[in-house]
């Protein structure tokens, strides 16, 4: 399957900004979805997934600021990452199976 991120951009620190995976190829509604990220010099870091179920989890650094959803109709997973901080910055990947998409850039100015 083929994964598409977009909706990366430059913010400043206290903004929002919402990602998007388009997904083909695959029976979306089945899978576990997930975003990870990478910012320069760091290793590529879990974020955040949500089961075929709804069912989501997310790594301490964005709890309580990121929401991660699906729309199975869409084959769409999405990130809304509010309260954004400039450790946020970093490439934006989403993943599944053994799928990853080519990454969508966030960058976060203080």
């Known amino acids: 399957g083929a994964l598409v991120e977009s909706g990366g951009g430059m913010v400043q620190t206290g903004g929002s900004l919402r990602l998007s995976c388009a997904a083909s190829g695959i029976n979306f509604k089945f899978y576990t979805m997930g975003w990870y990220r990478q910012a320069p010099g760091n290793q590529r870091e879990w974020v955040a997934d949500?089961?075929?179920?709804?069912?989501?989890n997310y790594a301490d650094s964005v709890k309580g600021r990121f929401t991660i959803s699906r729309d199975n109709a869409r084959n769409t997973v999405y990130l809304q990452m509010n309260s954004l901080k400039p450790e946020d910055t970093a490439v934006y990947y989403c993943?599944?199976?053994?799928?990853w998409g080519k990454g969508t850039l966030v960058t976060v100015s203080s």
């Open positions: 993943k599944t199976l053994s799928s």
């Open positions: 949500i089961t075929p179920s709804s069912a989501s």
